[in-house]
């Protein structure tokens, strides 16, 4: 079977609160162009990089965060990027729909600087130092996949990580990578144990989705300390058969690179044929809360 490579780039940094909208663009374009000279095709940033992780506490002064798609400052910004690097990207915002709507969303854009796919967060979580449900919306765009020059790719947020729903679906519409950009960290007062178990944890979820859907899947996460939470960082990329190919660390910038062969996803689905054998007939209670006995 012939090689199909596309190589991709994951964008990890801190975006601490004292940092500038301006001073964090320009590390980004910093550290894209260095993606871009490694050879990236497709570049992915991580979850909301343009600020700090601000759902640690309810602020309605903090929605002002939020900037219009396409026409926004931020999405400006990387569209110009992507142009002047001739990359595809793809970037994750924090979007303002209209007066009192807001979203998580990504945006694929190609080559030419042009908006080819939107995904809005669809699993929104309410946790402490995670109050998302305050400022997001949950989405309502289909699951989807953007066909872009190289590959065909998903984009999933975050929470959607621990969803195998999600991830199937982006698959069967037809994703050889799912990106996933990602703010997730560990609070100070947490175990060493339990930090360790948190942490293998979304490791382990990432290399299932990429096992029960035979497709590449990238994890994008920030780093640093803020307020309450240090986030671990360990951006990844696995490959059809669950194996990790490239891995960040839990604390340093990086631009992870990873060369992607999608050739093996066929290869891997003749093998294991997750797809064919799904019982379609028999999920009926998957659009239920709870099947009750």
């Not at 909208?21 to 320009?26: G, N, Q």
């Not at 979850?47 to 396409?70: G, I, N, T, W």
């Not at 175990?191 to 990429?210: G, S």
């Not at 007939?281 to 009750?292: K, N, P, Q, T």
Request: hydrophobic share 40%.
């Amino acid at each position: 079977m012939s090689s199909r490579e596309v190589t991709i780039g994951l964008l990890q940094h801190a975006s601490p609160l004292a940092a500038s909208k301006k001073d964090i663009l320009e590390r980004v374009a910093t550290l894209a162009r260095e993606a871009a000279a490694k050879g990236a095709q497709i570049i992915a940033t991580q979850e909301l990089f343009v600020s700090h992780y601000f759902c640690q506490r309810e602020d309605s002064s903090l929605m002002d965060l939020a900037e219009a798609v396409p026409d926004g400052p931020t999405c400006a910004f990387m569209r110009s990027l992507a142009r002047d690097l001739k990359v595809e990207i793809t970037a994750s915002l924090y979007e303002r729909r209209t007066a009192g709507v807001y979203h998580n969303t990504s945006v694929y854009i190609d080559a030419a600087g042009e908006i080819i796919g939107k995904y809005r967060k669809m699993h929104i979580p309410d946790d402490p130092r995670f109050s998302e449900k305050f400022y997001f919306t949950p989405g309502d765009l289909s699951w989807q996949a953007v066909k872009g020059a190289r590959a065909n790719c998903g984009m999933l947020v975050c929470w959607d990580q621990w969803y195998p729903e999600a991830a199937r679906l982006t698959a069967l519409s037809g994703a050889e990578i799912i990106f996933y950009p990602t703010a997730i960290g560990w609070w100070h007062g947490e175990t060493a144990e339990d930090k360790q178990v948190q942490r293998d944890a979304w490791i382990t979820m990432h290399k299932a989705h990429a096992i029960a859907n035979g497709c590449f899947v990238a994890a994008i996460n920030r780093i640093g300390t803020e307020a309450e939470l240090k986030f671990w960082g360990t951006s990844l990329v696995c490959d059809p058969a669950g194996r990790v190919i490239a891995e960040a660390s839990v604390d340093e910038p990086t631009v992870l690179m990873a060369q992607c062969n999608l050739s093996m996803i066929e290869e891997q689905r003749r093998g294991w044929p997750f797809l064919r054998d799904r019982r379609i007939d028999a999920y009926g209670g998957l659009s239920r809360r709870v099947v009750d006995a």
